[in-house]
């Protein structure tokens, strides 16, 4: 069983990086939810301001494990990478922010539950627009003569 998955995991790059984007995934969710309710119940910050504050804070370790484990570089610069990369983590932010939101005012949820919700969505951007976004690789053009 091992060996067929790990010959599946050798053989399938978007294998590898869905895996890749899971474990790091895994880690920032529970650096961000911990960062979350630390700054809730110890700092007594409202839960929208810790909320940002905690999505900030994975922002430079998630692109750097991004660039070096999950994806590789893509095809832009580097200065153009991170733009857009920096594009892609302010449009999760909103979704982050406007779900926590929503889930806590209009339904009453506690602040924790809205927060795993609203990574469900964030997850999902994240992977979708970092891959065929951020770090997508163009296909090299062959030009017949």
């Known amino acids: ?10 053989s399938n790059e978007l294998y590898r990086q869905v895996l890749r984007f899971g474990i790091v995934g895994v880690l920032s969710a529970a650096g961000e939810f911990g960062l979350l309710i630390l700054l809730v119940e110890k700092f007594g910050l ?11 804070f994975v922002v430079i370790a998630n692109y750097i494990a991004s660039r070096l484990w999950i ?34 005012e209009s339904f009453a949820l506690d602040y924790r539950i809205a927060k795993i919700l ?8 994240n992977f979708l627009a970092k891959k065929y976004f951020v770090f997508r690789r163009r296909k090299p053009v062959i030009v017949e003569a």
Do not use: D, P, R, T
């Not at 069983?1 to 050798?10: D, E, G, S, T």
């Not at 301001?49 to 900030?56: E, H, L, R, T, V």
């Not at 609203?118 to 951007?125: H, K, M, Q, R």
């Open 46 to 56: 409202g839960y929208m301001q810790a909320n940002f504050i905690a999505f900030c």
């Open 118 to 125: 609203a990574l469900a969505l964030v997850i999902i951007w």
């Open 71 to 104: 994806f590789g570089a893509g095809s832009f610069s580097k200065g153009v990478e991170f733009v857009s990369f920096f594009v892609v983590v302010l449009i999760g932010l909103g979704i982050n922010q406007l779900s926590m939101y929503f889930w806590v």
């Open 1 to 10: 069983m091992i060996n067929k998955l790990l010959a599946i995991y050798y």
